[in-house]
């Protein structure tokens, strides 16, 4: 089985447990914490095409459609979707969904005004690859938000990453497994990240951890590992 199809399995079978984190989320004092923090790294337009790479059960999808975006979230765990799609129903918000690979994305050149991702670029097995479809997508001018952290020398069963609700231990066994064999894991983050952006031609800044400023409710805090958030302004 290939890595890609690996990481498309896990995260199938961990659809459930992460649809019902993140509806917990989007109840929460999170939500808001969340768009507070976006909404000042982002101009003042009112409405933006936003791309929500790695949707997940949805969190940004939900989030940035209800303040009046024009939003496409895209994920390659089919049963993830499911979880967007019923969030998206739930919070009474709309975005198109589509089944899509991060570093292979079907859309038209400067297609968006703002993409955006979190907790997905540690997963990936070409991170500097899906950052050049990212830019490839992203209109001059636009903004890229990446939310992330440098899992790559934890284990975990110390830090807990995985535990976002019910985990078992073969589960996370499978998402060290799946960690170990992927090249970003022997990159440190997120300086690394930011070399790379800037070498695309993106105007970066990066916050170390802003999990204090978006972790409001503490019964939601699983990870012990910061935060980091890069904001990164395509100028070229």
Aim: charge should be negative; aromatic fraction near 10%.
């Amino acid at each position: 089985m290939s890595i890609e199809d690996r990481i498309k399995n896990y995260w199938d079978k961990r659809s459930e447990d992460f649809g019902r984190v993140r509806r917990r989320e989007l109840e929460s004092a999170d939500a808001d914490a969340w768009l507070s923090y976006i909404e000042k790294k982002i101009s003042a337009r009112s409405f933006y095409k936003v791309l929500d790479v790695g949707t997940g059960a949805g969190f940004f999808a939900v989030l940035m459609s209800r303040r009046g975006h024009d939003v496409t979230g895209i994920d390659l765990s089919r049963e993830m979707l499911k979880e967007a799609e019923q969030n998206l129903t739930l919070f009474d918000s709309r975005a198109r969904l589509l089944e899509m690979s991060a570093d292979d994305l079907k859309f038209d050149d400067e297609s968006f005004d703002a993409v955006i991702s979190r907790n997905l670029t540690w997963t990936l097995p070409d991170v500097e690859g899906a950052y050049r479809e990212w830019r490839r997508v992203l209109k001059i001018g636009g903004v890229l938000m990446n939310f992330d952290s440098d899992y790559g020398d934890k284990n975990f069963f110390d830090v807990t990453t995985c535990a976002r609700g019910d985990v078992t231990e073969n589960q996370l066994d499978e998402c060290n497994l799946i960690k170990e064999a992927l090249e970003i894991s022997r990159r440190r983050r997120p300086s690394w990240d930011a070399e790379v952006l800037r070498a695309l031609g993106f105007d970066v800044t990066v916050d170390e951890d802003i999990a204090p400023l978006v972790h409001r409710d503490k019964s939601l805090d699983f990870d012990r590992v910061p935060l980091f958030a890069i904001t990164a302004v395509r100028s070229i």
